[in-house]
């Protein structure tokens, strides 16, 4: 069977592998900002969830022949990921991914390139009254709902055979939920005889947001010098105080003053993009002798959403 190999794009690999990782390098040195009061973590736990996808046209024959000589199982791969971190000497995802990548191209010539992706999963180290404590580090974590960060590395073979090569890397946060009862407006928009929503001087706004940003060093976001690092964190509270102060016309003049105050707090990024859905509640009632008290809905499922990308 004759297959013209420049016109097929084949990939595989195994997602959702969860790792939890004990007593990682502890996530410290990276600058203070005034709009956060996150300092650190020492990382007693670092729980993730890894995907991972491989590419190569060393896998062509298994799709075309069914020949799998050259095909690393996904299953390897699970087990791969999980025993590969207990050697990981980093504090960061996104330096847990470099980590693996290296690692899986040099175990596995048959990879060309590959993508990796970690997903944050969310636990808190519980506050025990101290007739409970048994030891200095805490050992009780609670599982947590909610926004979550996330990272992507792609990474592949130098061309001059001098190593691996980090081709791009993006981090981010996934599903920011912020609302605020003051502080914002919408009006002033085209109006026809479609239109219902009624323009408004000041609102509650709640809205849904998806962030993510690249650095302008790919290799500040994976090295164990965190001096550059920007920890999501970081990103959580310099988003929800950048909210919190200012009086927005729209949600897209709140995501571009964001995003330009963020380029302005961390010089390390060197782009943003921004994907916000409105999700504001429907006014139902309020009392007359006090304009502050309102009752609210959950609105019809259609929700606006907003998008933006800067770059420096």
Known sequence: MSVDDERIQISYGKLRVPVHRTYARPLSGFAAIPESTFTGDANHLLALEIDVEVFGQTFLPAYTEGDN????????????????????????????????????????????????????????????????????????????????????????????????????????????????????????????????????????????????????????????DLSRYLPAQQVRDFVSTTFHGFVSHSIQELVYVMGNRMFERFPQISSLSFAAENHTHDLIAEDPDDPRIKVYTAPFVANGLITLTLRR
Do not use: H
């Open 69 to 224: 000589r050259n095909v690393v199982a996904t299953d390897t791969m699970k087990n791969f990921i999980l025993r590969q971190a207990v050697l990981f000497d980093g504090a960061t995802p996104e330096a847990f991914l470099a980590f693996l990548g290296k690692q899986f191209l040099t175990q596995y010539q048959t990879m060309e390139a590959l993508q990796l992706t970690a997903r944050e999963l969310l636990f808190e180290a519980v506050d025990l009254p101290p007739n409970a404590i048994q030891e200095d580090d805490p050992i009780l974590f609670r599982r947590r709902s909610g926004d979550y960060a996330f990272c992507t590395l792609r990474m592949g073979r130098d061309p001059l055979g001098e190593g691996f090569q980090m081709a791009s890397l993006e981090s981010g946060i996934a599903g920011i939920e912020l609302l605020k009862i003051t502080g914002s407006s919408f009006a002033g928009y085209r109006q026809d005889e479609y239109t219902t929503l009624p323009q408004t001087e000041d609102r509650p706004l709640f809205v849904r947001m998806d962030l993510t940003w690249t650095y302008e060093r790919p290799q500040d976001g994976t090295s164990n």
